[in-house]
């Protein structure tokens, strides 16, 4: 089976830096993703690792260690549109790894 | 349709009432999953289709739950004999092609209510 624990909230004030980790247990392992989703929204997709080390998009990286079974988000020069959830989710069950196994999710909250 | 589309967008209803739920999802998609979220909780898996081969139907709680997606395309989720806890969003996602590490890409949801 698949299990993923991170931080159930994180606080920070705009401007600041927010590192989201994400360790995970798994029986498969094809890749690590990144979701971020706004209250009474849909999640959206926001990165995918799977290979080790650091992916950049723009204000957002993340950041992979198969051998530590850790991962995490980096939110940079964070806004108030900031404030969400975000969820990791571990790509590894099924059929050529066609599933994904969500964690339960950082609620960020980026004050003014 | 831009994105994937689910309908309804809220239900509410007596336990022990049938509900369908739809999905449509994003034209030339082959894959499409069903997932449920409690308040404030993770994504739940449920179901996921993958072009012409059988489902996997690991995720679904009870017999009560069942999904079916017609022609490739538009998929609906059917629970019967509704329970209280079943109350949640149920979202719908499609990921083009046959690889995994294709994004997800998600509807809005159907918000249910089971009175």
């Known amino acids: 089976g698949q299990s993923l624990e991170q931080p159930s909230e994180v606080t920070a004030v705009e401007g600041a830096i927010v590192q989201i980790n994400c360790t995970y247990q798994?029986?498969?392992?094809?890749?690590l993703s990144w979701y971020q989703q706004h209250d009474g929204g849909a999640p959206t997709f926001l990165s995918y690792n799977a290979l080790d080390g650091l992916e950049e998009t723009g204000r957002f990286s993340s950041f992979l260690s198969r051998s530590d079974s850790y991962g995490y988000l980096l939110l940079q020069e964070l806004q108030m549109k900031d404030s969400a959830s975000y969820f990791c989710a571990v790509r590894g069950e099924g059929a050529a790894g066609n599933k994904l196994t969500f964690g339960g999710g950082t609620r960020v909250l980026v004050k003014p | 349709g831009a994105g994937v589309s689910q309908s309804p967008s809220n239900k509410v209803t007596e336990k022990g009432k049938d509900v369908e739920l739809r999905c449509d999802p994003i034209s030339g998609h082959t894959a499409l999953y069903w997932y449920r979220q409690s308040l404030g909780q993770g994504l739940e898996f449920l179901i996921y289709f993958q072009g012409n081969s059988a489902p996997d139907k690991s995720g679904l709680p009870s017999d009560r739950f069942s999904a079916e997606r017609t022609g490739g395309s538009v998929s609906t989720l059917t629970i019967q004999r509704t329970q209280q806890e079943d109350s949640a969003v149920y979202l719908c996602a499609s990921r083009k092609g046959g690889q995994g590490d294709q994004p997800q890409h998600f509807g809005d949801g159907t918000r249910l209510s089971i009175l």
């Open positions: 798994t029986s498969g392992f094809y890749g």
